[in-house]
């Protein structure tokens, strides 16, 4: 039988988490052991345009006009024959994705990539699913990918082992609170340790990883309620806070995983100090070199500039909170 397959491109934004991720209770099942909170930036975006084709003999995969990478292409080709299955389908897929920023280089690109896929491949295979359906889906290629699929505010509750369903919730709508993210890039290159195998490390042997999982949704309550309450210097503390928690688990793994940079000590520095001198400005780093700045909008130059002039920082740029994904079908 001949079916008509969509042509379909998705938009999603990457996201930073406020209220960290590390740990997961299910690695097959890609389950997250603590619960996180994050804002979508709308400066952070993957563009995928997915078609199936029932003339193609195996899935074709292409990243930021490339080719993609064997492991890059399982990756997607896992998540393709999740949604062939959910839509009874055979055809193989054309897969073209762009991320307009840089890939695997600590700034998420995972997560807008897997919630721009699980977005435009399952309506190009006819799935009328909801944003729900939308971030399971995306959470078993991505944790971070479930919360990219909703705009402004989101949270990934924990889960438990054996869990299938588990998705992200929205909190806040990207109109809700205008902060800033100055998002300081501190250095060139892939993530030397990657999310998972350094998760897993840490869970094996940090002795502080059992304390990170009993405190982490402490930080995750009090960020949660400081959205709801535009509250910065609340949920500025207690972001640093569950930073902080997240590396030391990181760096007391064997061998230790240390994801800062020279630079990165430096940026933490000047939001320090422009903290100091009455900025409420505060600093987050997720498992790259790279340090994001929150702020409050009439902050953001001032943050930018202080950043800008810091040693070691080669570039800069100011996000706001983000739209949740979008799809388009062509005709
Ligand atoms: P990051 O900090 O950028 O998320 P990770 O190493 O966690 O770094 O994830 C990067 C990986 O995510 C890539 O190696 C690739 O497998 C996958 N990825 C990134 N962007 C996309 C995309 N647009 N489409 C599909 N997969 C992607």
């Known amino acids: 039988m001949k079916r008509a397959f969509g042509d379909v491109t998705a938009r999603a934004c990457a996201n930073i988490a406020l209220a960290k991720y590390w740990g997961k209770a299910d690695v097959k099942k890609n389950i997250p052991a603590v619960p996180s909170v994050s804002l979508t930036l709308d400066q952070l975006v993957t563009e995928t345009r997915v078609r199936f084709d029932s003339k193609l003999a195996e899935d074709v995969v292409r990243l930021d006009g490339r080719r993609a990478t064997a492991d890059e292409k399982d990756r997607v080709v896992k998540m393709l024959n999740t949604i062939r299955r959910q839509a009874g389908l055979r055809a193989r897929a054309h897969v073209a994705s762009h991320n307009h920023f840089p890939t695997a280089a600590g700034l998420a690109s995972s997560a807008s990539g897997f919630a721009a896929l699980a977005a435009s491949a399952s309506a190009a295979a006819g799935l009328r699913s909801s944003p729900r359906k939308l971030s399971a889906l995306a959470r078993a290629s991505s944790a971070s990918a479930a919360r990219s699929i909703f705009g402004g505010f989101a949270e990934l509750p924990a889960g438990v082992r054996g869990q299938d369903d588990l998705y992200a919730r929205p909190i806040a709508t990207p109109d809700h609170w205008n902060v800033r993210l100055v998002i300081a890039v501190t250095e060139r290159g892939t993530k030397k340790v990657g999310s998972t195998e350094g998760m897993e490390r840490s869970r094996k042997t940090s002795p502080f990883y059992d304390a990170w999982v009993t405190d982490a949704p402490k930080w995750a309550r009090q960020i949660k309620r400081a959205i709801k309450t535009r509250d910065l210097d609340t949920l500025g503390a207690a972001m640093e806070r569950s930073t902080l928690a997240f590396h030391c688990c990181a ?70 909170p983000g739209p949740a994904v979008e799809v388009e079908v062509r005709p």
């Open 251 to 320: 760096m007391t793994s064997d061998p230790p995983i240390i994801y800062w940079a020279p630079a990165t000590l430096a940026a933490m520095a000047t939001v320090r100090g422009l903290r100091e001198r009455g900025t409420s400005a505060w600093a987050t780093m997720d498992a790259g070199p790279h340090v994001k700045a929150l702020c409050g909008v009439g902050d953001a130059m001032r943050v930018r500039q202080a950043l800008d002039r810091t040693p070691g920082v080669t570039r800069t740029w100011v996000a706001k």
